[in-house]
């Protein structure tokens, strides 16, 4: 019943931007949290940023000062602006929703992924 959709991954150099982009779509009722995880090939999962629904942050200490998280609560959106990218940014990136479906009464908060959305950077 929820879709998280990915866009605005792709190929850019060392020191370059992207902004990614995630909007959640169908039968939410509330979001506490969205925010943006990573994996690379034989490592866990790890979150990027997260942002909660009163606007509260998280970031991963390696892209600190680099990565910027915003929401658009009317539109159920996240997006993260990746500034200075690196090599070691590359990878898969997941938009994870924490969230209530439109049920009576409400559901528990869950986790939902996008399919995610490949950032490559070249050095």
């Known amino acids: 019943q929820v879709q998280l959709v990915e866009s605005g991954g792709g190929l850019v150099q060392a020191g370059g931007s992207l902004r990614l982009s995630c909007a959640a779509s169908g039968s939410i009722f509330s979001i506490n949290a969205m925010g943006w995880h990573r994996q690379v090939p034989g490592k866990q999962r790890e979150l990027v940023a997260a942002v909660t629904s009163s606007g509260r942050t998280d970031y991963a200490d390696s892209v600190k000062g680099r990565f910027t998280i915003s929401r658009d609560n009317a539109k159920n959106a996240v997006y993260l602006q990746m500034n200075s990218l690196k090599p070691e940014d590359t990878a898969v990136y997941y938009c994870?929703?924490?969230?209530?479906?439109?049920?009576?009464?409400?559901?528990?908060?869950?986790?939902?992924w996008g399919k995610g959305t490949l950032v490559t950077v070249s050095s």
């Open positions: 994870n929703a924490n969230l209530k479906i439109m049920t009576f009464p409400p559901g528990n908060d869950r986790n939902y």
